[in-house]
């Protein structure tokens, strides 16, 4: 099966790198947050009193990053559903390739697609914001963010072979992503000493919302069970259930 993931990865691969556009397309928005917004948030970090520990930077670039596989990897199944609508699942049906493989070498690219445009939005907060953060950390908050991609990917892909259309996909995407999105803490992070009781409590049953904290803690080098147990085991729960997920879903459409 490695070698049928990589022949998909690379097929993909080779596809991306024709149009590499995508790199600063899918960054545009996490990147405006950080450069308009980020700024506004000095003031409220030092004369606010709820923020979670550490400067803006360490705060709100790890949250940005978040954002950045949350977002970027959910839209991947569009292209899944071109591939089908032209014809290539069907095609896939005919071949040896594991029906597993499928869909880990495009999670894989998602992945490594999600990876360069993390460093380059940390590379600019350390050069143009004085972000300081250990390197231990920043590489912990990076593989973070592989396997958050993978499960979103994994997820998009499974939903997209599910729906079968181009309207009720991003509907549906929009709807559940915006909630997930402010709850999560991403923007302004929620806390006992900044939201009332009823918001935060909603807060911490969104998954999404430990994960930031964990790649929060990783900017700040805590590296404590505290920290980072928490989000770190719901992570792996959701990747889990996420690849079962589009696994199964790839096998039964491939099958």
Known sequence: MPRDV???????????LRNPAWIFIQIMQPLLYLVLFGPLMEKMVANT??????????????????????FGSSFVGFGLLADYRNGVIERLRVTPVSRVALLLG????????????????????????DLRAPVGGV??????????????????????????????????LNAVLLPVLLLSG???????????????????????????????????????MDALFTGSVV???????????GTRTFRRENA
């Open 6 to 16: 990589w022949l998909i990865f690379r097929r993909d691969l080779v596809l991306s």
């Open 106 to 129: 495009k999670v894989l690219l998602n992945a490594l697609q999600a990876l360069v445009q993390a460093i380059l939005l940390i590379t600019l907060a350390v050069l143009a914001f």
């Open 235 to 245: 992570l792996l729960a959701l990747a889990a259930l996420a690849v079962f997920w």
């Open 186 to 224: 991403i923007l302004l992070p929620i806390t006992t000493g900044l939201a009332p009781s009823w918001l935060y409590t909603i807060s911490r049953i969104n998954p999404f919302t430990h994960v930031v904290e964990a790649e929060r803690a990783s900017f700040r080098g805590e590296f404590t």
């Open 49 to 70: 009193p709820g923020f979670p520990p550490g400067d803006v930077w360490q705060i709100f670039t790890p949250a940005l990053i978040v954002m950045i596989a949350l």
């Open 139 to 172: 590489v912990l908050g990076l593989v973070i963010v592989a396997l958050l991609s993978v499960t979103m990917a994994s997820a998009s892909y499974a939903l997209a072979l599910t729906l079968k259309s181009e309207e009720a996909f991003p509907a549906l």
